[in-house]
């Protein structure tokens, strides 16, 4: 993943930069990070906030952890959670 890529999944997710140069999504929102290096992958679950420093990326989920990747290993984003905050979401079949 590029870091051209990334900055557009974190627009799109309405992530807010902090003066300490991390990226928070919004409230209740989540990302999942699936990476991969020579043929080994491994999914990163419940991410709520991002850090780029060069190629290194670090994620921290909600209680603290952190992961340090590489952010070209990056392959594919999850976003879960609302994407409109209170908005009214009415799914098939149930309501």
């Not at 992958?41 to 906030?49: C, L, P, Q």
């Not at 670090?58 to 994407?83: K, T």
Request: hydrophobic share 40%; proline share 2%.
């Amino acid at each position: 993943m590029t870091g051209e890529h990334l900055e557009a999944i974190l627009k799109l997710a309405g992530a807010k930069t902090e003066k300490d140069g991390w990226s928070t999504l919004p409230e209740g929102n989540a990302m999942t990070l699936h990476v991969a290096h020579d043929g080994a992958s491994m999914t990163v679950s419940r991410i709520d906030a991002l850090k780029q420093d060069g190629e290194l990326l670090y994620a921290r989920n909600p209680r603290r952890e952190l992961f340090c990747l590489v952010r070209s290993d990056v392959f594919a984003v999850a976003l879960e959670g609302e994407s409109n905050v209170g908005k009214v979401v009415r799914r098939a079949g149930f309501g």
